[in-house]
């Protein structure tokens, strides 16, 4: 018997514009303690799908339904993207999007803001990050901006943390790092979700990496989640990139 999902996603569709449909129907769930990979090529509607559970459509001009919307127990398309994070569901958007002209610190801090940590929670959180990415507390005191694509990627899943989260979401974390950087940040990820049971749902094209460090993976076929399947059948199923990339 596995726990009630933390987050469960039933018949998602997105509109933007009011025209453009992303996504048609897509059935997702995420348990307390999992690690879910979500794939897909290029415009399958990974990133629609993040936006939605983090309920950050409104400024891209998209609009969400779903028979089934929800973050622990609560509907997410009614929470504002403030009040999910500080209910736990925590996004590392694509891009890193961190504050360039600021500190590595002050991002970090940032993330606890929003978050509304108190002063001892926040102290003791940027110690947990830098604890678990010690390549940060050399570059504590550099603007964001002038750091390696590496060191922002695990500066935006730091400043995430700050918040505490129960369900971490990231979109295509490895896009443009390095191997050796890209295995350095889904172990660090591993280690959070083994040690503090830290679920997470994170979108990537690099579907080799995401199977290496999931237990599950859905994947979406333009707009529709049309296979799900536990991480190890995946990674050993012939031809698995055509499965995912959705041409068998
Ligand atoms: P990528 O790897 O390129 O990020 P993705 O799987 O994340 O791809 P989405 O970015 O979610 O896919 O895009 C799904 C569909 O929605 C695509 O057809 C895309 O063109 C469209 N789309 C995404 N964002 C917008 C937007 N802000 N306005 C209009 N259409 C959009």
Redesign the pocket.
């Known amino acids: 018997t596995s726990p009630r999902p933390l987050l469960e996603v039933q018949k998602l569709s997105v509109v ?2 009011g025209a ?1 449909v ?1 996504l048609t129907h897509v059935d997702l769930d995420v348990r307390p303690r999992e690690i879910v990979a979500l794939l ?1 090529a ?7 799908v993040l936006r939605s559970v983090s309920n950050l459509l409104q400024a ?3 609009q969400a339904r779903a028979d089934r919307a929800r973050f622990d127990g609560a509907d997410f398309l009614h929470l504002g993207p403030g009040d999910l994070v500080r209910r736990g569901l925590v996004p590392v958007l ?1 891009g890193r999007r961190v504050f360039g002209p600021l500190t590595v610190e002050e991002n970090l801090i940032s993330g606890a803001i929003g978050a509304a940590k108190s002063r001892a929670q926040t102290a003791r959180n940027l110690e947990r990050v830098y604890t678990l990415f010690p390549k940060l507390v050399e570059r504590r005191r550099s603007p964001a901006g002038l750091t390696s694509g590496g060191e922002q990627q695990m500066l935006a899943i730091g400043r995430a943390l700050m918040a505490e989260p129960r369900l971490l979401t990231l979109d ?1 974390p490895s896009m443009g790092l390095a191997p050796l950087v890209i295995q350095d940040i889904f172990r660090t990820l591993k280690r959070l979700n083994q040690d503090e049971g830290l679920a997470i749902l994170v ?1 990537e ?1 690099n579907s080799a990496v995401a199977l290496a460090y999931a237990h599950r993976a859905v994947v ?1 076929e333009n ?1 529709v989640s049309a296979h799900e399947e536990d991480a190890t059948t995946l990674r050993a199923r012939d031809g698995m990139k055509d499965f995912y990339l959705g041409r068998t």
């Open positions: 933007y514009n453009v992303a897909g290029n415009g399958a509607g990974k990133t629609t891209v001009r998209g694509e295509e979108a094209q979406l707009g």
